[in-house]
Structure formats: structure tokens, C-alpha cells
């Protein structure tokens, strides 16, 4: 699997990283760190040098319970941070995290080449134009509701039944809108209970039908930490071992805070595979 990219190609044959720079006040895990250019430059340096990808850039907070911010506000926070990290790492492919149409047009016009919609356009449908027109890579996520209210009780007959459904009519809807290359993403987290996360994970592979690449991000997540007692900044080994098994199961793209350790896990991962 390949995705172009501004007239690029990123082989997906090896997996690959996505590193986190949250630019919210809020984040779960990371909000307020990265409250200067300075320290900006220095994490996106050092994501880099550890062997990120992709830097995925986002300005309102998706935790659970999170409140919703003003469309300027988003702008505020993400076009400037999106531009500076454009000017000084030429090379590194950038992507929006946003679900709002508009911030993401600014976003590719500022330099980013990717979109991440948590929504997978259901807050806002506008967004597939918007990456069908600049024939930008589109990550559809699955989520049920919006952040606010999205963990009040989730309900699932058949879990990944019903996410591989509604993923599979939202790629229909984004390829009428001229979307070329598309990455599928469970959502984990997202209106999802801890055994309904580790449902979608032991099953993985079945994702695989939609024969698009499969994105996972449980980095530092609730299902990790709130199982082992503890808090995100003390779930780096739990993260470690989750994305081991996604990779087994298929993942093609892993979200991570933590860049090195993740590029290990490939790494190991990848020589498994090899010598089967």
C-alpha cells in the first residue's frame, strides 16, 4: 500500500509513525507542553530524529468530556504552528488534525498534506470536498457522537460489524467527493468502552476488507492506563505492548506521543515478519 502525497509516494509496506503534537491547552496527556515556537521546534526535532513520519499538528482537544472551541480559535492555535513547522522541516509531511472543513482547506494551504477527521466527516461534510480538491490523503476515524458526549454510554450489537459498515459508506462518500487516497482509523477511545477498544484490537484484521491502510492511535489511552491503576504518564509500556499487537493485526500507521519506542516496535516487529 502506497499514499501520495504531493506528488510523492510513502510506502506503507513497512508501517509507519505519526507523531502527536497537541498545540491545546487541554489535551489529556501533553496539553499546555507545547506553549512556544521554541519548545514546539525542539518536540517536532526531536519526533524527527527519533523517526517520525508524519508530525499531525491539532488544535482542539477530542478527550472525552472535552469542550467545544470557536472555529477562530482553532485557527489561532494550528495555522501558525503549521507554517512554522512547514518553513523549518521542508521535508516532514504534516497533517491536520481537525474535523472543520475550513480549518483544514488553511491547514493544506499553510503546508500540511494530510487530513485527520475524527469525525470522518460527520460534524462536517464539507471536509471530503475540501480533500478531494487538493487530492489530499484523508483519514476517516470512526466516533460516535462528538467529544463532549461520545463516552456517555456507548451501545454496540455487533462492534466491528458496525464500524466496518459505517467506515465503508463514509469511503463511498468520500471517493464521490474525489478523495484519492484514504486511511481508515477504528477509533479507539471514541465512543467506546475499555472491552469494546480491546474488541476492535484482538480483531484488527478483519479491517482489513476495507483494503484501505489502517491507522491506530491508543497511544497513552484510558484503556490502558485506567486498566493498570495508573496514569497516562506512566502508560508508555502499556502503549508499547498494544502496538506490538496492532501491528501483528495489521496496522499499517501508528499514532504515538512517544516516537522512539514505536519505531522499536516496527523495528522488531518487521524482522519478525521477515522470518516467519
Same mark, same amino acid.
Given at each position: 500500500m502506497v499514499l501520495n502525497i504531493k506528488g510523492s509516494v510513502l510506502?506503507?509496506?513497512i508501517p509507519k509513525i505519526m507523531g502527536v503534537l497537541n498545540v491545546t491547552p487541554d489535551s489529556f496527556y501533553d496539553g499546555g507542553i507545547y506553549s512556544s515556537e521554541k519548545k514546539i521546534l525542539?518536540?517536532?526535532?526531536?519526533m524527527v530524529l527519533d523517526g517520525a513520519d508524519i508530525i499531525d499538528v491539532g488544535g482542539y482537544s477530542s478527550k472525552p468530556g472535552a469542550t467545544s472551541i470557536t472555529i477562530e480559535e482553532e485557527e489561532k492555535?494550528?495555522?501558525?504552528?503549521?507554517?512554522l513547522i512547514y518553513k523549518t522541516f521542508k521535508e516532514s509531511i504534516i497533517s491536520v488534525d481537525t474535523f472543520r472543513s475550513?480549518? *483544514?482547506?488553511?491547514?493544506? =494551504?499553510?503546508?500540511?498534506?494530510? !487530513? /485527520?477527521?475524527?469525525?470522518?466527516? @460527520? &460534524?462536517?461534510?464539507? #471536509?471530503?470536498?475540501?480533500?478531494?480538491?487538493?487530492?489530499?490523503?484523508?483519514?476517516?476515524?470512526?466516533?460516535?457522537?462528538?467529544? *463532549?458526549?461520545?463516552?456517555? =454510554?456507548?451501545?454496540?450489537?455487533? !462492534? /466491528?460489524?458496525?464500524i466496518i459498515? @459505517? &467506515?465503508?459508506?463514509? #469511503?463511498?462518500?468520500?471517493?464521490?467527493?474525489?478523495?484519492?487516497?484514504?486511511?481508515?482509523d477504528p477509533g479507539f477511545g471514541f465512543g467506546k468502552t475499555i472491552e469494546h477498544n480491546y474488541q476492535i484490537l484482538n480483531n484488527l484484521k478483519l479491517y482489513k476488507i476495507l483494503d484501505k491502510p489502517i491507522l491506530v492511535?491508543?497511544?497513552?489511552?484510558?484503556?490502558?492506563?485506567?486498566l493498570l491503576k495508573t496514569e497516562p504518564s506512566k502508560a508508555l509500556n502499556g502503549t508499547t505492548v498494544l502496538n506490538t499487537i496492532a501491528l501483528i493485526n495489521g496496522a499499517n500507521i501508528l499514532r504515538v506521543h512517544d516516537?522512539?519506542?514505536?519505531?522499536?516496535?516496527?523495528?522488531?516487529?518487521?524482522?519478525?515478519?521477515?522470518?516467519?
Open positions: 510506502d506503507l509496506s525542539k518536540q517536532v526535532e526531536k492555535r494550528v495555522i501558525p504552528i503549521i507554517k475550513e480549518i *483544514s482547506e488553511k491547514s493544506i =494551504n499553510a503546508g500540511a498534506s494530510i !487530513i /485527520n477527521d475524527i469525525s470522518g466527516g @460527520d &460534524l462536517d461534510n464539507n #471536509i471530503y470536498k475540501i480533500a478531494g480538491k487538493y487530492k489530499t490523503p484523508y483519514i476517516i476515524m470512526h466516533m460516535r457522537g462528538n467529544p *463532549s458526549n461520545m463516552q456517555n =454510554n456507548p451501545v454496540y450489537k455487533n !462492534i /466491528n460489524y458496525e459498515k @459505517d &467506515l465503508s459508506k463514509k #469511503i463511498d462518500l468520500a471517493q464521490n467527493n474525489g478523495v484519492c487516497d484514504i486511511i481508515i492511535g491508543i497511544s497513552r489511552k484510558s484503556m490502558i492506563y485506567k516516537v522512539k519506542e514505536a519505531k522499536e516496535v516496527i523495528k522488531l516487529c518487521s524482522f519478525l515478519k521477515e522470518n516467519v
